[in-house]
């Protein structure tokens, strides 16, 4: 069975300074990794994925994440935090060839301090 | 491009009573899913549907939910009757059948249970 776990519930961070957002995942197959935004009263929002291929992926809104098999890790980072990041961030993980079963962390809310 | 509608956005309804929720997913979707997301949780899958047959309901609690997507477009879940622990937000997501890296998700409906 496939599951994930973000370290951190809630993250602070300073408006210019590094974001950065912990994911570890389990997964008896290569897995599909994703993360998603979540903005307030609103869905979620598909920030970036990995399937195969280069590990370091780049998203929307200047956010990456980079692929660690040896570490099971999948951690989202920004260089400079805006305003406008405020949200809460969910990772996903899913096994097989498609996003058909995504398995969500419990989220992690960013809070950007001006 | 519409995305995923859903309505009601917000219901309020006591303990007993039978509550419905609509989703229409991006035309040409073929997948839908419908999940819960409790407060301060990650969604958590109920039900995904290709085309019209629910292929995956393990986690529909089928004592008091269920669910149909009669022509294979519109969907609706369905409590009755409803207990404190339903509240949370309810949230539908489509994507391309087959092999598809993203779901596109609604805004929810946040569902209170007095």
């Known amino acids: 069975a496939q599951s994930v776990t973000q370290l951190g519930s809630h993250v602070s961070v300073s408006e210019g300074a590094l974001v950065l957002l912990r994911c570890n995942y389990s997964s008896s197959v290569p897995p599909y990794l994703f993360w998603y935004v979540q903005y307030p009263n609103q869905g979620l929002q598909l920030l970036l994925k990995y399937t195969t291929g280069a590990t370091l992926v780049k998203g929307i809104n200047g956010f990456e994440a980079e692929f660690k098999k040896s570490e099971t890790s999948f951690h989202l980072t920004k260089p400079s935090a805006h305003m406008s990041d405020a949200a809460e961030y969910f990772c996903a993980v899913s096994e097989g060839g498609s996003a058909r079963q995504l398995t969500f962390g419990s989220g992690t809310q960013l809070t950007v301090l001006p | 491009e519409a995305g995923v509608v859903q309505s009601p956005r917000y219901k309020i309804i006591e303990k007993k009573q039978p509550v419905a929720f609509w989703c229409n997913p991006i035309?040409?979707?073929?997948?839908l899913y419908w999940y819960r997301q409790n407060l301060g949780q990650g969604p958590e899958l109920l039900i995904r549907y290709e085309n019209e047959e629910a292929v995956d309901d393990s986690q529909l609690p089928k004592d008091r939910f269920s669910a149909e997507r009669l022509k294979g477009v519109d969907s609706t879940l369905k409590i009755q009757p409803a207990e404190l622990g339903d509240s949370a937000v309810y949230l539908c997501a489509s994507s391309l059948g087959a092999v598809s890296y993203e779901q596109y998700f609604g805004p929810g409906t946040r569902l209170t249970v007095t």
């Open positions: 035309s040409g979707h073929n997948t």
